[in-house]
Each structure stands twice: as structure tokens, then as C-alpha cells.
T-cell receptor
């Protein structure tokens, strides 16, 4: 069993839909990192959070340390949001990586 | 600022050949990392460095060596390439020793025949 698990593995939605990607972890962590990997391969940092909620544009990330769960939400999804979304948990100063969620937004 | 850059972007090697991948960052970051990403899989840490002159093994270090002679550069070497090392290699850097976000280079696609 992976220490950081993401669900779903794959998600296809229509433009405009509200998207939720989940990240659960089994280890004690100090912070969680959400990243986006574009179809071309580049990896971009989205959020680093250790409690509560953060918002940037149409992206919202939440974390519940006690429940060992984080979610990434995308409001008013757009085809350009199509990418792989990766969560990684900081445990003992090392990042433990999830396998990623592949998101496709259809026009 | 260029951020994190990687050289080369693509490379094809024959089994047994050697090569060095270069990662450079201009953000004065202390920490640097080398990852590999295989198709359909997550990132796996090969080696990392917490400062100039220091290196440490990650999750999958076998077959690779690294050096951090200058703070801004982190080199990944393959002494004798094997087909199992066909992968996309990413370099990343971050500031400080705590829970800071990592910044990634564009990746190097390596094929070993």
C-alpha cells in the first residue's frame, strides 16, 4: 500500500464542471504539496499547505491533518486544465509522492 | 530568472555508454534533487543534495552518481547506461531545510537502446 494515494487515477469531465481530486496519506506529515504536470511534461508547483485552505484563481486546496486527507478543487474547469495533478506529502523533511491523477476536460 | 534548467532535453544512448545530465538553478536554493519518472508512474527520488559539496542517496540510487561542486549546479551521471534507465529525468530545487515548495526543471528524456 502506497503511503500517499490519490483518487481518482483518471478523470474526464466536461468544460465548466467542478472538479475534485483527493489525496490521502497514511504517514504523519508536516505539509502537503500539490503540483501540476502539463501534457508536455513540465511540472509546476500549485500549493504548499499544512492546514486549512488556500486559493489561487480557480484552484482551491484544502487539507485536514487529523483525517490525513487533502483535496484539490477546480472551479469552472477549462480544457487548458487538462494535466496530471500530483500530491506529495512532507514526512521527515522528505517528499513522498502520489502517483498522480490524470484530468481531461472536454470542450 | 531562468529558474531551473536542464541540459540536454533529449538523449539517446547505447547500452554501456556514459553521460552526464546537468541541472542549474539561479534562485540560490540550498536543496537540489534528481528524480526519474517512468511511464504511468510517479516521481522517484534518485539522489539529492542539501548544500554545496554534499550529496545523499534517494529511493533509487543504483547506477547513478551525482556531484554538487557549485551551489547552483547538480550533475547526474550514468557510468554505464542500461535499458532500465530509459526514463524522463527531472531536476528540482528548493530553498531552506523546511517545508518549501520544489521548483522543477523541464526534464530530460533519455532512451537507452
Amino acid at each position: 500500500k502506497n503511503e500517499v494515494e490519490q483518487s481518482p487515477q483518471n478523470l474526464t469531465a466536461q468544460e465548466g464542471e467542478f472538479i475534485t481530486i483527493n489525496c490521502s496519506y497514511s504517514v504523519g506529515i508536516s505539509a502537503l504539496h500539490w503540483l501540476q504536470q502539463h501534457p508536455g511534461g513540465g511540472i509546476v508547483s500549485l500549493f504548499m499547505l499544512s492546514s486549512g485552505k488556500k486559493k489561487h484563481g480557480r484552484l482551491i486546496a484544502t487539507i485536514n491533518i487529523q483525517e490525513k486527507h487533502s483535496s484539490l478543487h477546480i472551479t469552472a474547469s477549462h480544457p487548458r486544465d487538462s494535466a496530471v495533478y500530483i500530491c506529495a506529502a512532507y514526512s521527515n523533511y522528505q517528499l513522498i509522492w502520489g502517483a498522480g491523477t490524470k484530468l481531461i476536460i472536454k470542450p | 530568472n531562468a529558474g531551473v534548467t536542464q541540459t540536454p532535453k533529449f538523449r539517446v544512448l547505447k547500452t554501456g555508454q556514459s553521460m552526464t545530465l546537468l541541472c542549474a538553478q539561479d534562485m540560490n536554493h540550498e536543496y537540489m534533487y534528481w528524480y526519474r519518472q517512468d511511464p504511468g508512474m510517479g516521481l522517484r527520488l534518485i539522489h539529492y543534495s542539501v548544500g554545496e559539496g554534499t550529496t545523499a542517496k534517494g529511493e533509487v540510487p543504483d547506477g547513478y552518481n551525482v556531484s554538487r561542486l557549485k551551489k547552483q549546479n547538480f550533475l547526474l551521471g550514468l557510468e554505464s547506461a542500461a535499458p532500465s534507465q530509459t526514463s524522463v529525468y527531472f531536476c528540482a530545487s528548493k530553498a531552506g531545510s523546511t517545508y518549501n515548495e520544489q521548483f522543477f526543471g523541464p526534464g530530460t528524456r533519455l532512451t537507452v537502446l
